[in-house]
């Protein structure tokens, strides 16, 4: 089976975990594109979502989702995004891309999270590329200095700001 079938298949899996009246966490990439395809093509009459990126909200828009900004609602129902890389015991990596700050918002607003991803993202140790960590100009020295002092517990050299 291709990823795209893979991708196609959980994503319409995890479109059905949503019903109506729900607030839904719409991820950002490839894998969750088809997750809001899959729920664009079930038609509920009152879903809004909470899309991670401005292509995931272009394609919501173009499919007839509604939409509402994270900071209209208390809370959101359901997340679905993808992983960047699934590990032993279902570790995962989430936020390797250029939503990191945004997935991680809409995230940690939600009741419940739902990763999909195909058989490619299965790695046997985590960490099969750099992992990304945005910093926002509200307390970005603080945070470099927090970021030099984990990297000198690993041994690992000073993160490049």
Same mark, same amino acid.
């Given at each position: ?61 173009? /499919?007839? #989702?509604?939409? @509402?900004?994270?900071?209209? *609602?208390? !809370?959101?129902?359901?997340?679905? &995004?993808? +992983?960047? =890389? ?44 750099? /992992?990304? #960590?945005?910093? @926002?100009?509200?307390?970005? *020295?603080? !945070?470099?200095?927090?970021?030099? &002092?984990? +990297?000198? =517990? ?8």
């Amino acid at each position: 089976m291709s990823a795209d079938d893979q991708k196609r298949i959980s994503g319409a899996a995890a479109a059905e975990l949503v019903e109506n009246g729900m607030v839904v966490g719409l991820g950002t990439g490839s894998t969750a594109a088809w997750f809001v395809k899959a729920l664009a093509a079930r038609k509920l009459s009152d879903i809004r979502g909470v899309p991670t990126s401005d292509a995931t909200g272009a394609l919501a828009r173009e /499919l007839g #989702i509604p939409l @509402v900004a994270l900071d209209d *609602v208390k !809370t959101i129902d359901l997340t679905v &995004d993808g +992983a960047d =890389e699934v590990g032993p015991g279902l570790s995962l990596i989430k936020g390797g891309g250029a939503a990191l700050l945004r997935e991680k918002l809409v995230w940690e607003a939600s009741n419940r999270c739902v990763v999909i991803a195909d058989a490619a993202k299965k790695v046997d140790a985590l960490g099969k590329f750099p /992992l990304p #960590i945005e910093v @926002v100009r509200f307390g970005h *020295v603080h !945070t470099s200095w927090r970021l030099a &002092d984990i +990297a000198a =517990e690993f041994d690992l050299p000073p993160p490049r700001l």
